[in-house]
Antibody
Framework: QVHLVQSGPEVKKPGASVRVSCKASGYSFSDYFIHWVRQAPGQGLEWLGLINPSGDATHYAQKFQGRLTLTRDSSTNTVYMEMRSLRYDDTARYYC?????????WGQGTLVTVSS | QSALTQPRSVSGSRGQSVTISCTGTSSDVGGYNYVYWYQQHPGKAPRLIIYDVSQRPSGVPGRFSGSKSGNTASLTISGLQPDDEADYYCYSYAGGYNRVFGTGTTVTVL
């Protein structure tokens, strides 16, 4: 059975950074692109970016370029999302997912709250 | 990359049909047969219900169908059921490594 387990909720001050992890069990990240998607409270889904199977290539939505970094650790089957220079409107639940037709798996989401 | 445009809400009585539109451009929806639809119930992660414009994953009822014409994709839910009350999002490939979601539509079963 496949599980994508994300790290716990975070509360950060404006201007800080946050790192969220996503660990897979029963599923090998090394075969798939992994995407990150976020959802602000009461709002829609927003695509942030992706990391390739080998972890040596990433692509970010234009609005996050320069603030977002995706990495993966194949030895632990874990991918990471780091966002810097956090703003109040970065408050959202962040999901990892393959966004694949054959692998519709999602982490439980990590709530990141930006508050002073 | 701008979000794809969806109506904010649609509603229908139990047993009726509703259709949700998803309008993009020739750089995303219109340029590729790579439109997905997700269903999201409150407090839950999204669930894939249509991929590649009109294909249904196993386990998704045949009441859900997808289509595309030009820069607009559509999701039709036939024979509305109470459990269909949820938010629905379209999603499209947008060239290169880009992806984009729609603005989301809330379906209400009257």
């Amino acid at each position: 059975q496949v599980h994508l387990v994300q790290s716990g909720p975070e509360v950060k001050k404006p201007g800080a950074s946050v790192r969220v992890s996503c660990k897979a069990s029963g599923y090998s990240f090394s075969d798939y692109f992994i995407h990150w998607v976020r959802q602000a409270p009461g709002q829609g889904l927003e695509w942030l970016g992706l990391i390739n199977p080998s972890g040596d290539a990433t692509h970010y939505a234009q609005k996050f370029q320069g603030r977002l970094t995706l990495t993966r650790d194949s030895s632990t089957n874990t991918v990471y999302m780091e966002m810097r220079s956090l703003r109040y409107d970065d408050t959202a639940r962040y999901y990892c997912t393959p966004l694949s037709a054959t692998d519709d798996y999602w982490g439980q989401g990590t709530l990141v709250t930006v508050s002073s | 990359q701008s979000a794809l445009t969806q109506p904010r809400s649609v509603s229908g009585s139990r047993g009726q049909s509703v259709t949700i539109s998803c309008t993009g451009t020739s750089s995303d929806v219109g340029g590729y047969n790579y439109v997905y639809w997700y269903q999201q119930h409150p407090g839950k992660a999204p669930r894939l219900i249509i991929y590649d414009v009109s294909q249904r994953p196993s386990g998704v009822p045949g009441r859900f169908s997808g289509s595309k014409s030009g820069n607009t994709a559509s999701l039709t839910i036939s024979g509305l059921q109470p459990d269909d009350e949820a938010d629905y999002y379209c999603y499209s490939y947008a060239g290169g490594y880009n992806r984009v979601f729609g603005t989301g539509t809330t379906v209400t079963v009257l």
